[in-house]
DNA sequence: TGATGCATGTAATCCGTTACATGATTCA
DNA sequence: TGAATCATGTAACGGATTACATGCATCA
């Protein structure tokens, strides 16, 4: 075991409790988005199967109109589950672009696909950056221990990187920031 | 379509022939290692579909001892399928990271643990831009396309990035460097 | 003599995404 | 009125990894 959708899903619960679709939303908005996905197809699956092994407890809420929220919480076994799963060396970081194909077989395109998909990339960079500083400014008291903080500073610190990278490269860019900017 | 193994192996047979063996080295080895992986259990049948579909020639090498080499050499129809997986608007970077998670759940874990996490990331990284730097001396003849040039320097650019904030994170690794290079 | 590199392939299996199915509430 | 959000789940499908199968050559 190490880094699958059961090992995210105890993590999470390791510091709240919380259904499945709030899950969800943590692994899109929250910190972990970064560097990690999940969908509802592996996330739902999960859960159950966990909560039949004994690593979860479930509790539902009841709500007029929605189905039940199923509320999650994790067990000593899951704890233990998860620390299991953490002892494990963790595997190299995966990176996959499709952008640094593209710009490494640029000779095949024309200039505005180039472009395109740099000012893409830009953009991608930029609502990272964003989401980043959002997080440490808006929930300042969320993000505080050392964890968030060194995942924030890291992150931070390489989307700087690349935007720097992109910006020093392609001058237009920095026009369109200040239009952007506007 | 867009990024599956068959349009990387196509975006490499476009710069040069070469076997399914030889296009695992590549891709293990040469600018791609950075953004893309691939297994045997990929490419080998996707070079198969593809001779297939026309889009590749085979020419098989006889050699003593071993199997015959077979050499994969791209078409039109393969350039032009190329053209039109490169069309696709890139998707969006994806970046794992069973280390930043490991970090953002530290308080589950000892000293040490984390310690070995971040020297082992550290390794990683001092690694992949040990390649991008040999890469750009060693065979500059070969690299000197803006292509090449564009993704080894985003590359060096995030490497160095993350490896300056492990070190200004962590001082004892700067030890660890001197040590290293003694 | 044993590991590593060269060389090709297949099959089982895993893991995950996408699409489907359902349905009320709220906001523009 | 239509889109988005809240809310849970299943099933089909795809794509890739892993392990298996084979076998000679070379180097330490």
Not at 32 to 53: C, K, N, V, W
Not at 153 to 182: D, H, M, S, T
Request: proline share 3%; glycine share 8%; net charge neutral.
């Amino acid at each position: 075991m190490a880094m699958n959708t059961r090992t995210l899903c105890l993590g999470i619960l390791s510091l709240k409790e919380a259904s499945g679709y709030e899950l969800k939303k943590e692994i899109e908005e929250g910190m972990f988005r970064h560097f990690i996905d999940a969908s509802f197809g592996s996330i739902y699956p999960a859960l159950t199967q966990m909560s039949a092994e004994g690593l979860l407890t479930v509790r539902a809420e009841e709500q007029s109109g929605r189905p039940d929220k199923k509320v999650y919480a994790i067990t000593e076994a899951g704890r233990a589950a998860l620390a299991k799963g953490l002892a494990v060396i963790p595997a190299r970081d995966k990176y996959k672009s499709e952008f640094l194909f593209e710009m490494l077989l640029q000779h095949l395109l024309n200039k505005e696909q180039v472009d395109l998909a740099i000012s893409k990339q830009h953009a991608d960079l930029t609502e990272d950056l964003g989401a980043i500083m959002e997080a440490r400014a808006h929930k300042g008291g969320e993000c505080n221990d050392p964890g968030s903080r060194f995942v924030m500073g890291y992150g931070e610190c390489v989307v700087r990187a690349a935007l720097g990278f992109l910006e020093a490269q392609c001058p237009w860019l920095r026009k369109n920031k200040i239009k952007a900017a506007e």
